[in-house]
């Protein structure tokens, strides 16, 4: 009986001790795979996460790191500065702030041959703390059916009285108009340019409201004749069933192209100065400048790639067409970022001082 005491006890007592052994493996398993498994931060202003997230998917694939992003709309260079330590890397749909965050120190410099090498010099910050990996042209949509594109020359032209009542615009105050109003600021001086703003305040058909393609939807409606937007809303309208309408309403038109070129909008990438995984993000910073990497972004984004050799998406280029384009590729205005983002405090007093988003 006690022979049979002990092996009842010791019995259980086996099969506790082979759980836990089975249990601490376990764990010292899922520890050494957390440990293997590295994690990349990523700050973005690029909100539509789902353009972003194949790009950040496919290097998670390659490298086998964890990306773990921040997604926010404004604020980012604020962001960078309050939480120095929060992030590696750091991608804006406005590369106009990470010239801003690379001045007040907040960037590395990043230091790739291969994107050295791959990216041409006009899309590379000088001092190599970011690089421009996609843009995107903030160009005029206007009405198929009231307006002919000889109609449309440039953006200064629109401030002129033939277009009294009949632009479209989102907030002045948005980044992509901050951007563009610094634009007309630093090529052709401040005087100029608030002749050429407000005449554009003068014109609008109504109080700016509403995104970018808000605006292609009141041309569709009537509301106005054009509307300054940024190209790739139009394919993007065009694959929704319920804005599909308001693209097939639309053309778009590149202005400038007789002169200095259509502005575009670059998105930009770069290291944190506090990276804890420098070589990781350098890794993702190089796979976004790779023709795969690059390849992607303008099948998601329906951007322009920096690199020479990779197409216009081809809707973009079947929109450029209509205007006279060759495979998609416009006349660009390479206004050095620096200068743009020097003129911003100047762009947003004006847009308040002349009310430029006000009920009229
Ligand atoms: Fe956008």
Excluded at 66 to 76: H, R
Excluded at 122 to 128: H, L, N, S, Y
Aim: with cysteine.
């Amino acid at each position: 009986m006690p022979t049979r005491h002990a092996a009842a006890r010791t019995q259980p007592n086996r099969r506790l001790i082979a759980r836990s052994v089975l249990l601490v493996l376990a764990a010292t398993l899922a520890t050494g795979a957390m440990a293997q498994q590295r994690v990349l931060r990523v700050i973005t202003d690029r909100t539509d996460q789902g353009t972003l997230r194949p790009i950040l998917e496919a290097f998670e694939a390659r490298s086998g790191a964890k990306v773990e992003g921040v997604f926010m709309d404004q604020g980012l260079v604020n962001r960078l500065e309050s939480r120095p330590t929060e992030a590696d890397v750091v991608i804006s749909k406005d590369a106009e702030l990470l010239d801003i965050a690379a001045q007040r120190g907040l960037l590395d410099v990043i230091g790739s041959k291969k994107i050295n090498d791959a990216v041409p010099a006009e899309f590379r910050d000088a001092g190599g703390r970011y690089f421009v990996d996609a843009y995107r042209a903030r160009i005029i949509f206007y009405s198929k059916a009231r307006v002919k594109p000889a109609d449309l020359s440039s953006y200064e032209d629109l401030a002129t009285p033939k277009w009294k009542g009949r632009i479209c615009i989102r907030s002045g105050s948005h980044d992509y108009n901050l951007a563009l109003f610094g634009m007309f600021f630093a090529s052709s001086g401040e005087a100029k340019a608030k002749e050429v703003i407000s005449g554009i305040a003068a014109n609008l058909a109504r109080a700016p409201k509403g995104n970018d393609r808000e605006q292609a939807r009141a041309i569709f409606e009537g509301r106005c004749d054009v509307a300054l937007m940024n190209s790739y809303y139009h394919p993007m309208m065009a694959a929704n069933d319920e804005q599909k309408a308001w693209a097939d309403s639309v053309g778009v038109y590149f202005p400038n192209q007789a002169g200095k070129g259509t502005f575009i909008m670059r998105s930009a990438a770069g290291v944190t100065k506090n990276a804890a995984n420098r070589d990781l993000a350098i890794g993702l910073l190089e796979y976004m400048a790779s023709k795969e990497g690059q390849q992607l972004m303008v099948d998601r984004t329906r951007q322009w790639s920096v690199l020479p050799d990779i197409k216009a998406h081809p809707l973009m280029v079947k929109l450029g067409a209509e205007q006279g384009l060759v495979d998609g590729r416009f006349k660009i205005d390479f206004i050095p970022l620096a200068q743009i983002a020097g003129k911003r405090e100047e762009v947003i007093r004006l847009v308040s001082e002349i009310r430029f988003d006000a009920e009229r």
